[in-house]
């Protein structure tokens, strides 16, 4: 540009007495108003429209803050400028001062997410990992604020720029808040508008110190892994079953494949001399009975007899300091799956002189995996 060029340029700006700003954009949260040389002509309009606000700074300092509305930059009308200025009788044309103006429109519909799983600790299941994401809204509160603490010397300042500190914020106040929740782990993604209502009213705070107001915020999805889940699912399904009752399913339907035993003549003998048995027991614990079954079957003419059905062991554990049973080896196998009981839950059963944690019962060992088997009985 030749120096008529820049005779040109600062004459047409420097009488330009209309300072204002039209957003054509969605995402620009802060623009600052350009001009030659920052220079303002004595007794210029200032436009700020609805959902604006514009912001004086000089030499960094924050002035003079107007709302909507049309106003004469005069030192009437910006008496903290003035002040700065040492403006006592009014002052010559131009003056020198940025104009930001800021949008103070919602804006809606802000994504966020945690970027890493959340590991919990919840009673039953111990560790746990969720995710989470929703949505949020916020507007400018305090655009001088704003401006200081935020905006800087940023001449267009987007929405883009700030929602990554606002999502690291929402992040970390997330994590903080369904820590302390302590909710079963179930009821996360049960109890997601309360979660929500709580995660705004801790994080209200923080937005507001730096002129931004939080003004919605919603947690659309909390998510688990696969595996928890159906682990879960498995728990709430044991949790509503009445174990005495399902014991006697699984019997009957052990009477039943016994019946439908095709191993031949002989298998057909055993498995209905078994079938019988277990008729018996069956009968006796649907009918309370708690007499011993017979011990031994009607002999078949011309056969070996079969050996006595070895009686059931039963297990009586400890739950929160409440006894509980007695229970069969695969209703303490179920119940060890649920977690009701763990390995240093105490159980006892007959011939035991004393409860013992469960680890240290030979038979239930199995429950705690590994493939090292027993040792062999002595003679």
């Not at 120096?3 to 600062?10: A, L, P, R, V, Y």
């Not at 007495?17 to 309009?45: P, S």
């Not at 909710?183 to 996360?188: D, H, Q």
């Not at 240093?344 to 995996?369: H, I, N, P, R, Y």
Request: aromatic share 10%.
């Amino acid at each position: 540009m030749d120096i008529f060029g820049k005779i040109k340029e600062k004459l047409s700006n420097e009488f330009i007495d209309i300072v204002e700003w039209l957003d054509y954009t969605d995402d620009t949260i802060a623009h600052r108003f350009e001009r030659y040389q920052n220079e303002i002509k004595n007794g210029a309009k200032l436009i700020v429209r609805e959902g604006q606000t514009a912001v004086f700074i000089n030499e960094g300092q924050l002035a003079d803050v107007f709302g909507p509305g049309t106003y004469d930059l005069t030192t009437q009308n910006l008496p903290i400028l003035a002040t700065l200025k040492g403006w006592k009788y009014g002052f010559n044309s131009p003056f020198k001062a940025e104009v930001y103006f800021v949008n103070t429109h919602l804006f809606t519909d802000e994504k966020w997410g945690t970027k890493s799983p959340i590991t919990l600790s919840d009673d039953r299941f111990g560790l746990v990992e969720i995710r989470a994401f929703g949505t949020y809204a916020f507007k400018i509160s305090d655009a001088g604020k704003f401006i200081k603490d935020i905006v800087g010397t940023d001449s267009n300042f987007t929405n883009f720029e700030i929602n990554e500190h606002l999502k690291s914020l929402i992040a970390t106040r997330f994590t903080n808040t369904v820590g302390q929740a302590n909710l079963p782990i179930e009821l996360y993604a049960a109890n997601t508008t309360e979660l929500s209502d709580t995660c705004r009213e801790v994080m209200s705070p923080e937005f507001e110190s730096v002129g931004i107001s939080l003004e919605k915020f919603y947690i659309e999805n909390v998510s688990m892994p696969e595996d928890l889940k159906k682990e879960i699912f498995e728990y709430s399904r044991i949790d509503k079953l009445d174990l005495d009752k399902l014991t006697k399913f699984k019997t009957a339907k052990a009477i039943e494949a016994a019946a439908q035993n095709e191993g031949g003549t002989a298998g057909a003998g055993m498995g209905m001399g078994m079938g019988f048995v277990l008729a018996q027991q069956m009968g006796g614990m649907m009918g309370g009975n708690t007499q011993a079954a017979p011990q031994q079957a009607a002999q078949p003419s011309g056969g070996a007899v079969p050996p006595p059905m070895p009686a059931q062991t039963m297990y009586y554990y400890a739950s929160n300091g409440t006894q509980h049973g007695p229970v069969s080896f695969e209703q303490m196998q179920s119940l060890f799956a649920a977690r009701t009981i763990n390995r240093d839950s105490l159980v006892w059963k007959q011939g035991m002189s004393t409860w013992t944690a469960l680890k240290e019962v030979d038979e239930l060992k199995s429950f705690l995996g590994g493939n090292t088997p027993p040792p062999l009985p002595t003679e």
